[in-house]
């Protein structure tokens, strides 16, 4: 590995590891020890990922992408993923609704299994999508950006944005009610 890659993780780690945490911190619903461990987790995993290679182009899209798998692997071990991911979709085909077993999955057992199943579901179809409509995505319902931040950070046009978010939606509906090819 040379200098040159150590220096521009120094410089990533300067320039947005406060962001990086920030970000940790306002998805974990304000846990700052838990957020600082991820970071620096974030960068860890980029360092021993890197094997002598180049630098990747965009290294803060790279780092988030990173923050986001560890992310979801410390909800997968903390049992709260269900939360979160139930959260982060304001969707009404996501929500139980009033009334439904699903309502209160801690009274039932075999709803809360139908929940988990569903959002075990939603996470295998998140995984499925193309690289740059998962991004897109994760951008607009975890990062809760814009459609023109999202455009900006991506480097494409509000239609692509907007496209990409249409097809990511019905893509995760089809998913989660078993119309998946």
């Known amino acids: 590995m040379g200098e040159r890659f150590f220096g521009v993780i120094a410089e990533a780690y300067k320039a947005w590891n406060a962001e990086l945490t920030g970000f940790l911190n306002r998805q974990l619903k304000r846990s700052p020890d838990t957020a600082q461990d991820l970071a ?5 995993r980029w360092l021993a990922a890197s094997n002598g290679a180049e630098p990747p182009e965009k290294p803060r899209a790279y780092l988030y992408e990173i923050a986001r798998n560890l992310l979801r692997d410390h909800w997968r071990r903390e049992g709260v993923r269900g939360e979160h991911l ?17 309502a209160d999955p801690a009274t039932q057992p075999e709803a809360r299994a139908d929940v988990n199943q569903r959002l075990r579901m939603l996470q295998a179809a998140i995984d499925a999508m193309p690289p740059r409509q998962r991004e897109a995505f ?15 950070r991506m480097g494409i046009s509000l239609r692509a944005v907007e496209k990409h978010l249409q097809l990511a939606l019905a893509h995760c509906k089809r998913h989660v009610h078993g119309e998946a090819s």
């Not at 620096?40 to 860890?44: D, G, L, P, S, V």
């Not at 139930?86 to 699903?102: I, K, N, T, Y």
């Not at 994760?138 to 455009?151: F, G, K, P, Q």
């Open 40 to 44: 620096q987790e974030t960068f860890a």
């Open 86 to 102: 139930a959260a982060s979709l304001d969707d009404q085909a996501f929500a139980p609704q009033a009334g439904s077993l699903a």
């Open 138 to 152: 994760l951008l607009y319902r975890y990062d809760e950006l814009r459609c023109e931040e999202i455009a900006d």
